[in-house]
């Protein structure tokens, strides 16, 4: 009985990686610029090359890395060309990790600071390359009156200390960290301080019991629509397992400058947890929660849910959110039981057509390897499975281009998955695949994708 039952628990899981093509085979290894920065074996080393986001822009993939704890700044940018994978440093930044890049409407592109580095040079809270091709570093993030921790040397800079989200909108930009601001995109101004009295309403504290650190809020997500833009704050994992529990909604406020305050059911946000989406997050790690990554598609927000964790975030499962009466209403997405969705990627095709695609993995415990799948919607509420390809840890990071996929390995998602390790390290200890970005070329022989990559 006992081997009947295993025949048919693995008879399911290969089944459930059997029903699109497998593109292992098409997989071209690009390159990995953040081995040239972090470049042990060492478990540090490793989490510091983790992708957490490809960027195309203006013909080149822009790329970085790091570790907010234990420190592992300074953090480079690099440009990447996408035909032969060679690459350029082309800025090094003051900053322990970068975890989004973001273009604004003029086509500047911004890189919000996860932690700042404070020794060394181009130490700041904001870089933006502009129109000259030039990288800026800038200290253009106001420490606001509601920040209330002991930040010594970096005291000036207390909102910024960590931002952990950009959104361009509307013609400005928005930065969210221990409080909210923003300016209009290029400035060099010093930002708005848009975040309202925190001490009556809500949640009044977000406190780290390591007797340094006290502040009341740490702002962690944009979620932006046509019509508003919302920002969400961090939340213990514990709350959104109870429905007693609300979450924060904060709506900026176009009239006053400010962002208002509601409290919400987590049901509005995070509908459907399921404690195998739970399951992502060990006992050990920052389980924290809040929206990640939400990209803005034909009037929705798509977004990732789950933790903050030091080298990359650790996503639970995808949302779809629509924007019903001012509030954040959204619906979850079914990837299947076990999937993981990593990275979120917009596209548009030669003929005009916008694209959403979602990069997610799931463990295949037959042969110890990480089934990555590639995903695709026209409408942001459906999607589609286009194929999957194996690795030994899983894809983090995803672009599309004219020129096809391309693919960022991360750092270990979860002890429970078990992967192997190549070269023989256990435990804790690193390894060389972080870090490494791969090519997946159209077209997708079999499949249905054109090059142009519509699908037919």
């Known amino acids: 009985m006992r081997k009947t039952a295993l025949f048919a628990f693995l008879f399911f899981a290969v089944a459930a990686f059997a029903d699109v093509p497998d593109k292992t085979g098409a997989m071209q290894f690009l390159c990995n610029p953040n081995l040239s920065r972090w470049v042990t074996k060492s478990a540090n080393d490793g989490r510091s090359r983790s992708m957490t986001t490809i960027v195309p822009y203006k013909g080149k993939l822009y790329v970085s890395g790091g570790c907010w704890d234990p420190n592992m700044g300074y953090a480079p940018i690099f440009a990447i060309d996408p035909a032969n994978g060679s690459y350029v440093r082309e800025y ?12 604004d409407s003029a086509g500047r592109l911004y890189a919000p600071v996860t932690d700042q580095h404070e020794d060394g040079p181009n130490w700041g809270a904001l870089f933006r390359k502009d129109l000259d091709g030039k990288w800026k570093c800038l200290k253009n993030i106001p420490r606001g009156s509601h920040s209330a921790g002991h930040w010594g040397n970096i005291d000036n800079q207390g909102y910024a200390i960590h931002t952990w989200d950009l ?3 509307k013609g400005k930009v928005f930065t969210a960290g221990y409080g909210i601001a923003y300016g209009p995109e290029g400035s060099d101004d010093m930002m708005k301080d848009a975040t309202p009295s925190l001490a009556t309403l809500g949640r009044r504290r977000f406190e780290i019991s390591n007797g340094w ?11 932006p629509f046509d019509d508003d833009l919302f920002c969400i704050t961090l939340n213990d994992a514990r709350t959104c397992k109870r429905d007693e529990n609300q979450f924060e909604e904060w709506r900026f406020n176009t009239s006053t400058g400010v962002f208002d305050l509601e409290m919400r059911a987590w049901s509005e946000i995070a509908p459907d947890l399921t404690d195998n989406d739970r399951s992502a997050v060990g006992s050990s790690e920052f389980a924290y929660v809040s929206p990640l990554g939400a990209v803005p598609f034909k009037g929705r927000a798509v977004y990732l849910f789950g933790t903050q964790s030091t080298e990359s975030p650790r996503p639970w499962c995808l949302y779809s959110a629509a924007n019903v009466n001012h509030h954040i209403k959204a619906t ?28 997610a993995a799931q463990f295949d415990p037959t042969d110890r390897m990480v089934v990555n799948s590639v995903w695709e919607s026209r409408d942001g509420v459906s999607f589609k499975k286009l194929f999957t390809f194996k690795t030994d840890q899983q894809a983090s990071a995803l672009a599309r281009t004219d020129a096809g996929f391309f693919v960022g390995i991360g750092w270990r998602f979860t002890t429970r998955w078990n992967l192997a390790c190549k070269d023989g390290c256990s435990g804790n200890a690193g390894d060389d695949v972080s870090g490494c970005i791969y090519k997946i070329p159209f077209p997708l022989a079999g499949h249905g994708v054109s090059a142009s990559g519509d699908t037919f």
């Open 213 to 223: 650190q006290l502040v009341d809020r740490r702002f962690t997500a944009f979620v």
């Open 92 to 103: 090094q930044a003051g900053s322990e990790r970068f975890d989004y890049f973001r273009e």
């Open 332 to 359: 979850k997405v079914n990837l299947g039981e076990g999937v993981y969705p990593f990275s979120i990627s917009k596209y548009t095709t030669k003929k005009g057509d916008k694209v959403l695609n979602v990069l």
């Open 167 to 169: 959104c361009c909108w």
